[in-house]
């Protein structure tokens, strides 16, 4: 993979609520919600999720109104994006998918744009080794 490509991803959406399970369940967060995900578990609650084609949009739930951006966005986009949706920075991020460890470097990339936030990484482990 290239490296231009590396450092992107493809989002399904991007929004601002609050957290329905897991250790932060009641708290605001803000979900970055990425494309791709090879399992296809029954349970999954986001099956719109799994694939990427290429020529998808991603949902941009913005407090100006809800958009839609190409889906395949670099981390300064993305970046761009989260806060957009927490400007005064104060929410948690929460990575999920599909399967977010698809997109390594991507996130690996990310992290340092997003210093001061905390994240959460909502993963099955498919591939624990990208880490």
Not at 42 to 53: F, Q
Not at 71 to 97: C, F, K, M, N, Q
Not at 102 to 123: G, N, Q, V, Y
């Amino acid at each position: 993979m290239n490296a231009a490509l590396a450092t992107r991803a493809p989002v399904l959406e991007a929004f601002a609520s609050i957290q329905g399970e897991g250790r932060y369940v009641g708290q605001p967060q803000v979900f970055l919600r990425l494309r791709g995900c090879p399992l296809r578990c029954a349970w999954c609650d986001t099956p719109a999720s799994w694939t990427w084609r290429g020529d998808e949009t991603a949902r941009v739930a913005a407090p100006s109104g809800t958009r839609r951006e190409p889906a395949l966005v670099d981390v300064a986009t993305a970046a761009a994006w989260i806060d957009e949706l927490d400007p005064s920075r104060t929410r948690p991020l929460s990575l999920t998918g599909g399967e977010p460890l698809l997109w390594t470097d991507f996130l690996l990339a990310l992290k340092p744009l997003l210093a001061e936030r905390r994240l959460h990484l909502e993963s099955a482990w498919a591939h624990p080794a990208a880490l």
